[in-house]
C-alpha cells in the first residue's frame, strides 16, 4: 500500500512492506528512497502516488530509483489514531452523500454522478492511510498485508464514524435553512426512511458484487498501465458504476456508505441488508483478488 505524506513542506511517498515503512522523496527530479534500517540500494519496482477513493487505497505511478541509504522510520500509528482517521473519514464520505442524495432527488443522476465524481477525486487526495471502506481490508487481510486485530479495529471505527455522522447531518436538516433540507430531519431516521432496492435481494447482491468487481480490476489495471490522469480515470470508472447500478440497488458498492444511509430503512430487513450490502460488495472485492492475475495474464498475451 501506498500513501502520500507532506513532512515540512516537502512530498514524500510511503510505502508498507511487510511490515516495514518505506518512504520515497523526490529531490531535483530524482527519487530517494529511505527504507526502515534496511539497504535500499535496489531497484523501485512501483513508487506509488497515493491513491485513495470511497473504493479503496492503489499503488498508481512508477519512478526510477538512483540511490538509496539506510533511515529510521516512524513508529506506526497506534490502533486509536487508526481507529479514529478511519472513523473520521467515514463520517466525511456519508456526510457528503446525504446531501448528495438531496442533490439526485433535486437535480437528477446527472447532477448527482458529477458532484460524486469531484468529491471521490478530492477523497483520493486528501485522506491518507483510512479508506473509508471495509472490503479494502478484508484484502489486505487475505494478502496477508494486515492483522485480523487491525481490520476488526478499522471497520469498527467506520462503522461508528459513518452512523454517528447522521446526528450532526440531522441537526442541519432540522434548521431547515435549505429548502431541499425540508422535512428531511424526519424522513431520513431510522425505520422511517426506504431502502433503494428495486429489484429481489439476490439480485441486487449480485449488482453489488460485479459493480465492486469492475471497480477493483479497473483500479488494478490503471495500476499496472500507469496512464496521466490516474487518479481521475480510477474515480471516474468508480462514479460510473455507482450511476449504472443507482436505479436497482442503490449503487452504494461499499458497506460504511449503505450502513451510514440505509441500515434500518423500510423495505429490506437486516439480514437483506447485510446480504445485499456486506456480503455482495466484499466478495466481488475479494474475487478481484483472484480474477486479476487472470486478466492481467490476458493482457500479457495480447500485448505479445
Known amino acids: 500500500q ?5 513532512v515540512h513542506g516537502k512530498q514524500w511517498y510511503q510505502r508498507r512492506v511487510h511490515g516495514k515503512q518505506w518512504y520515497q522523496r523526490r529531490v531535483h527530479g530524482e527519487a530517494w528512497v529511505l527504507g526502515c534500517g534496511v539497504d535500499t540500494r ?11 477513493h470511497l473504493h479503496g487505497l492503489h499503488p ?12 529510521d522510520c516512524s ?10 482517521n478511519e472513523a473520521i ?10 446531501e448528495l442524495i438531496i442533490v439526485a432527488d433535486n437535480y437528477g443522476l446527472a447532477a448527482y454522478g458529477l458532484y460524486l465524481f469531484l468529491a471521490t477525486w478530492w477523497w483520493s487526495l486528501h ?25 476488526i479495529v478499522r471497520v469498527v471505527g467506520q462503522v461508528i464514524g459513518g452512523v454517528a455522522v447522521f446526528r450532526l447531518i440531522q441537526v442541519l436538516w432540522a434548521i431547515e435553512i435549505a429548502e431541499t433540507h425540508v422535512g428531511r430531519a424526519h424522513s431520513s431516521v431510522y425505520n422511517v426512511c426506504t431502502a433503494d432496492l428495486t429489484v429481489p435481494v ?14 477493483r480490476i479497473g483500479s488494478r489495471l490503471i495500476s499496472l498501465k500507469e496512464p496521466q490522469h490516474a487518479v481521475a480515470i480510477d474515480s471516474f470508472i468508480a462514479t460510473s458504476m455507482v450511476c449504472a447500478a443507482f436505479s436497482t440497488s442503490g449503487g452504494y458498492l461499499n458497506p460504511i456508505l449503505a450502513t451510514g444511509l440505509k441500515f434500518g430503512c423500510r423495505g429490506h430487513t437486516p439480514m437483506e441488508f447485510f446480504v445485499v450490502y456486506w456480503i ?12 486479476w492475475p487472470h486478466v492481467e495474464e490476458a493482457i500479457k498475451v495480447k500485448a505479445e
Open 280 to 291: 455482495g460488495s466484499s466478495l466481488g472485492a475479494i474475487s478481484s483478488i483472484y480474477s
Open 60 to 71: 498508481l505511478g512508477v519512478v526510477s530509483v538512483r540511490t538509496g541509504q539506510k533511515a
Open 202 to 215: 439476490l439480485h441486487a447482491a449480485i449488482i453489488e458484487g460485479v459493480a465492486t468487481w469492475v471497480c
Open 75 to 84: 513508529p506506526k500509528p497506534g490502533l486509536v489514531k487508526t481507529a479514529l
Open 42 to 52: 535496489q531497484p523501485d519496482h512501483g513508487a506509488g502516488a497515493m491513491h485513495r
Open 127 to 151: 485522506w491518507g492511510d483510512a479508506t473509508a471502506c471495509a472490503y479494502n481490508h478484508f484484502e489486505s487481510y487475505i494478502e496477508g498485508n494486515m492483522t485480523l486485530q487491525e481490520v
Open 89 to 98: 473519514a467515514a463520517a466525511d464520505l456519508c456526510g457528503v452523500c446525504f
Open 2 to 6: 501506498w500513501y502520500q505524506r507532506r
